[in-house]
């Protein structure tokens, strides 16, 4: 069974075909108006989402098929104490294809050993979150042109950050790519991920300063301090408004940057940037429903 838990578990060449569907999707929606009609997505998701799990339902229903879920554990029978595995095992018998969001890192790998349809790992704790990856890949290709030779800049929690994981190992397999990594100390990107920079010889810098770098980067991935991972909130209430960026911080950017976002956001980006034509965070919002009818449309397809 082909799941998606991790974005390298597509290839490179999978990846690019992804986006190329999910475009072609964007032009022409009404070719795939019914072309999963009579098969079933299940959102089940185990910690809060607002993209994530509408844009995965919309995606099922732009393509004719149905959804079936839960948007909080409360509302299934992980309330009575029900193991994931039994969950997974048992709606993986009302279902085709089964997208799932767990406060837990690993919960996704552990759900497909149980499960009768394929996985997709809408994100696991502050570990990975492949398909923000698809939607963010999508949109850095329709404003750059190209996802190879990039300096890409991600600002903020880097370390339970998971859409920066995946990203950095998405755009690391495309040449010419480099990392400026800003984060205060405490939030700087686990080491796994510098180890592999290193290791693939891939250019990185970590700073603590936005204003700094600015002016190099192509790309400014903005992100939220990830509260619910912090242990206190003491910790959080001290690092959350570490990185603000106002249209004063952009005037030292270069013209064609593009300012991304997964959102949602809280107060790290000022709402006076967003009619700056370089922010581009809503156009990942709509991305992600074509590159997730792509990818269902694949996995259904591998998978038949
Ligand atoms: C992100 C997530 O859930 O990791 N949101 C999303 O899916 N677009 C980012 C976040 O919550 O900060």
Redesign the pocket.
Same mark, same amino acid.
């Given at each position: 069974m082909r799941n998606l838990i991790d974005i390298t578990d597509l290839s490179v060449q999978e990846l690019d075909s992804l986006l190329t569907l999910g475009e072609e999707m964007i032009a022409r929606p009404q070719d795939y108006r019914d072309s999963q009609r009579g098969r079933i997505l299940a959102t089940l998701f185990f910690? *809060?989402? $607002?993209? =994530?799990r509408l844009s995965f339902e919309s995606a099922m229903l732009s393509m004719g098929g149905s959804v079936l879920g839960f948007a909080s554990p409360d509302a299934s029978s992980t309330s009575k104490g029900e193991s994931l595995q039994d969950t997974i095992r048992t709606v993986s018998c009302y279902c085709d294809i089964i997208a799932m969001?767990h406060p837990r890192e690993g919960a996704p790998v552990a759900a497909s050993f149980r499960s009768f349809v394929p996985i997709i790992n809408? +994100?696991d704790g502050g570990h990975n979150?492949p =398909? &923000?990856t698809l $939607?963010d890949l999508m949109t850095i290709r329709r404003h750059l042109g190209e996802l190879s030779g990039h300096t890409i800049g991600l600002c903020g929690?880097l370390k339970f +950050?998971? $859409?920066v994981h995946s990203l950095i190992n998405a755009m690391s397999r495309y040449e010419g790519n480099r990392f400026v990594l800003i984060s205060p100390q405490e939030l700087r990107v686990p080491a796994y991920l510098t180890d592999m920079l290193r290791e693939k010889g891939i250019p990185f810098a970590e700073v603590e300063r936005m204003e700094e770098v600015m002016p190099e980067l192509d790309v400014l991935y903005m =992100?939220?301090v990830?509260r619910e991972r912090f242990f206190n909130e003491a910790d959080y209430v001290r690092l959350k408004d570490t990185y603000i960026l106002d249209p004063e911080k952009l005037e030292n950017a270069r013209r064609d940057m593009i300012v991304m976002h *997964?959102? *949602?956001?809280v107060n790290e980006i000022s709402t006076r940037v967003d009619d700056d034509p370089r922010a581009v965070y809503f156009d &990942?919002?709509r991305n +992600?429903r074509y590159v997730r009818m792509a990818l269902i449309t694949r996995l259904l397809e591998v998978n038949a």
């Open positions: 910690e *809060p989402s $607002t993209r =994530t969001r809408a +994100g979150h =398909t &923000q $939607t929690d +950050g998971r $859409t =992100t939220r990830q *997964p959102l *949602p956001r &990942q919002v +992600g």
